[in-house]
């Protein structure tokens, strides 16, 4: 049972129900960006010890077989200068990201400033469209 009273009044009722709802969601949100950020970590933790292991292995292989591993100086400048370009692009599309999320943060942050005002300029305009109703009757 419900400690809060229950009201036939179609809106109060409704304002009851969306309340109950973010609450709920206010309590479930953090869980739920925690378990997605362990579960990012667990997945980066994993890739990373696949490629290890798989590159130690092959290390592991070469040197049994007695393969040569020695690269170029060219293609070590290559795939140095790769990654940093790798790193650096994922660097600039982490702060685009980011960029995105707070422009998006803050322009919700003044909807929201704003949204009683809206109501007040749309309560007033109902106001006005009722009124010369009101006086007929």
């Known amino acids: ?13 409704y304002k009851q129900n969306v309340q109950k709802y973010f609450e709920n969601i206010s309590k479930i949100t953090p869980q739920y960006f925690q378990s997605a950020t362990e579960l990012q970590n667990e997945c980066m933790k994993t890739c990373q010890k696949t490629i290890d292991a798989t590159v130690s292995m092959q290390q592991e292989f070469a040197k049994k077989a007695g393969m040569n591993i020695e690269i170029p100086n060219s293609a070590k400048t290559a795939l140095v200068d790769t990654n940093k370009q ?7 599309n982490n702060q685009l990201v980011k960029t995105t999320i707070d422009a998006t943060v803050q322009n919700f942050k003044t909807f929201n400033d704003n949204v009683n005002a809206f109501t007040e300029l749309n309560k007033n305009i109902i106001q006005s469209w009722v009124t010369p109703f009101a006086l007929t009757k």
Do not use: I, P
């Open 1 to 13: 049972m419900s400690t809060q009273s229950q009201t036939s009044d179609a809106f109060a009722m």
């Open 86 to 92: 790798l790193v650096q692009a994922s660097t600039v």
